[in-house]
């Protein structure tokens, strides 16, 4: 029987294993998706609930995972959802009972909330660039703010705490959204994480030149707040925590940036990925994917789906090298790989 760790040849260990439950969305984010014309996954490629389940279950007792985080697509578009969450909440590995997160754009997660918290879930990120409607609508191409606010809100109230936000800034387009979105955060006790963007969307349309930098994002930041570090170093977390002064109109938190692009933490990277079609990628920034739905589909037995994954991530590339001459993003889409 293989029981061991996801080691690769950089000495990294990975613990968090991301989940693309689906490759479809309700949103089309431009930095993400393009407005039309993407092609999703035939069903019959996509693995079955049940299929998941047996990889989540592989992946805790066998490859030593103790965070999985469910994604997409939009995940909450999975019919199966919560009982995938509640599959993954049996099991145990050596540390215990994996924690449970999941990434979503908001939408439905009020009615769905509850649930989801009841068959274990722990926390949710939900993802939010601007609290201007029409600037929302015009970045998400669908106008629908007030239902992820709602969604915001029912997350909150079911306990998926510390509700989570992550926002990515775009130049010429949400930057003046910065500051409004940490005064809306750090008033709820919300955590907003601001994500540099990453050449994950449709071919062509990321310029590095045009780049709004972490940097950026923490200059506009510390006009209107007082920020100091608040953990050093960051370590395996891709973001870098800043601490913001109370004053008379917020009660001060905690804020982060993550400078994937011009600050990247591939050296402290402990994350593997799984596609909604049963494909690993080591990075996200992969070439190259490990075909798993096969060896699971063709009577392989748990232990050869261990083997296949820690040959796989064993090769994980050292970096993503976006700033390297030559760099080649991946084929697919950020929304076709589970961010
Ligand atoms: N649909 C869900 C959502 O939007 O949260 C989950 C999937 S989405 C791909 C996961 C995260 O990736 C979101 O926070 C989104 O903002 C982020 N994302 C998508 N494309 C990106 C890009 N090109 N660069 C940086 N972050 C990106
Ligand atoms: Fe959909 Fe999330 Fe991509 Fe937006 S970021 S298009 S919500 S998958």
């Known amino acids: 029987m293989f029981v061991g760790e996801l080691v690769d040849r950089s000495g990294r260990v990975a613990r968090d294993l991301r989940v693309s439950l689906t490759d479809r969305c309700n949103l089309r984010c431009s ?12 069903t019959d490629q996509t693995l079955t609930d049940d299929e998941v389940l047996r990889l989540l279950r592989v992946a805790v ?6 965070r999985i985080r469910f994604t997409g697509g939009e995940p909450l578009l999975r019919k199966g959802l919560e009982r995938i969450v509640e599959g993954a909440a049996a099991l145990r590995g050596a540390s215990g009972r994996p924690e449970l997160a999941l990434t979503t754009n908001g939408l439905g997660l009020d009615r769905r909330s509850a649930a989801l918290r009841a068959a274990g879930l722990d926390r949710v990120n939900v993802s939010l660039d601007s609290l201007d409607r029409e600037r ?8 629908r703010l007030p239902d992820v606010l709602a969604g915001i809100a029912g997350a909150e109230r079911a306990g998926l705490t510390p509700v989570k936000i992550n926002s990515v800034v775009l130049r010429d387009c949400n930057e003046i959204d910065v500051v409004p979105l940490a005064e809306f955060c750090l008033a709820r006790g919300y955590q907003l994480r601001f994500i540099e963007q990453m050449p994950l969307g449709p071919a062509g349309q990321w310029v590095r030149d045009e780049l709004v930098t972490a940097d950026e994002v923490l200059a506009l930041l510390s006009e209107r707040f007082e920020l100091t570090p608040a953990v050093e170093p960051r370590g395996a977390a891709p973001a870098a925590l800043w601490r913001v ?3 008379d109109s917020q009660p001060g938190g ?5 400078a994937s692009v011009t600050q990247p933490f591939c050296a402290a990277c402990d994350r593997t990925r799984l596609t909604a079609d049963g494909q690993l990628r080591s990075c996200l920034f992969s070439r190259t994917e490990t075909d798993l739905r096969g060896v699971l589909r063709s009577g392989g037995s748990d232990s050869d789906l261990a083997s296949v994954w820690a040959e796989s991530q064993w090769k994980k590339p050292r970096a993503h090298g976006i700033d390297e001459v030559g760099f080649t993003p ?8 589970g961010g």
């Open 136 to 143: 929302y609508a015009r970045l998400a191409r669908r106008d």
């Open 254 to 258: 905690v804020l982060g940036v993550i």
């Open 31 to 42: 930095y993400c998706m393009p407005a039309e014309g993407l092609a999703w996954l035939p």
């Open 245 to 247: 002064a109370p004053d």
């Open 61 to 66: 007792e066998r490859l030593g995972i103790t």
């Open 330 to 337: 991946p084929a697919r889409t950020m929304s076709a790989i």
